[in-house]
T-cell receptor, first 115, second 114 residues
Framework: GAGVSQSPRYKVAKRGQDVALRCDPI?????LFWYQQALGQGPEFLTY????????KSGLPSDRFFAERPEGSVSTLKIQRTQQEDSAVYLC?????????????FGPGTRLTVT | AQKVTQAQTEISVVEKEDVTLDCVYE???????LFWYKQPPSGELVFLIR??????QNEISGRYSWNFQKSTSSFNFTITASQVVDSAVYFC???????????FGAGTTVTVRA
């Protein structure tokens, strides 16, 4: 079946613009995660959904970052008033079940460049 | 809090050589899960292996093998007889039993030359 998909793959925004990044998880996957990966670094956790409930948003760097998953499938990560430090690859992952032992399947990411 | 350290930034080998990637972790939990992921130039993180903290048996899966040692908090990963297609960034990651997020190391870039 299809893997995790993300769109757009590349986004260039001028500083101050709002952006919306979309994630389509693997069908039926309960858990959905967003990570931020700066150049040359490992991914850093942003937020976690179980179905439509956002259970953990401790990794969101500021109140300019907002994520939602209203129907428990597709998720959107929104960044308001983008800053240059927001430039990174944003990765989405989904997992078939709850629990820490189940591996997360990652999408190809959205590369955001803020100019 | 947990932390994953990958001290090797880059490794370059010639095809057919073995490559061992080091990973050291820190966690206060007694039950946790360790992972290795591969990130090729396309950008997508690909799951390779998972290990539970309560099972220190080391295994081999094809050309991949791992050495998990709880006493030294290490989870090293070896690619045997490397191939050019193995060129990628490899990440070690940790997940505690009472948590859902993965904590990643900074990654090791592996370049396999023909």
């Amino acid at each position: 079946g299809a893997g995790v998909s993300q769109s757009p793959r590349y986004k260039v925004a001028k500083r101050g613009q709002d952006v919306a990044l979309r994630c389509d998880p693997i069908s039926g996957h309960v858990s959905l995660f967003w990570y931020q990966q700066a150049l040359g670094q490992g991914p850093e956790f942003l937020t976690y959904f179980q179905n439509e409930a956002q259970l953990d948003k401790s990794g969101l760097p500021s109140d300019r970052f907002f994520a939602e998953r209203p129907e428990g499938s597709v998720s959107t990560l929104k960044i308001q008033r983008t800053q240059q430090e927001d430039s990174a690859v944003y990765l989405c992952a989904s997992s078939t079940r709850q629990g820490p032992s189940y591996e997360q399947y990652f999408g190809p990411g959205t590369r955001l460049t803020v100019t | 809090a947990q932390k994953v350290t990958q001290a090797q930034t880059e490794i370059s080998v010639v095809e057919k050589e073995d490559v061992t990637l080091d990973c050291v972790y820190e966690t206060r939990d007694t039950t946790y899960y360790l992972f290795w992921y591969k990130q090729p130039p396309s950008g997508e993180l690909v799951f390779l292996i998972r290990r539970n903290s309560f099972d220190e048996q080391n295994e081999i899966s094809g050309r991949y093998s791992w050495n998990f040692q709880k006493s030294t908090s290490s989870f090293n990963f070896t690619i045997t007889a490397s191939q050019v297609v193995d060129s990628a960034v490899y990440f070690c990651a940790l997940r505690n039993s009472n948590d859902y997020k993965l904590s990643f190391g900074a990654g090791t870039t592996v370049t396999v030359r023909a």
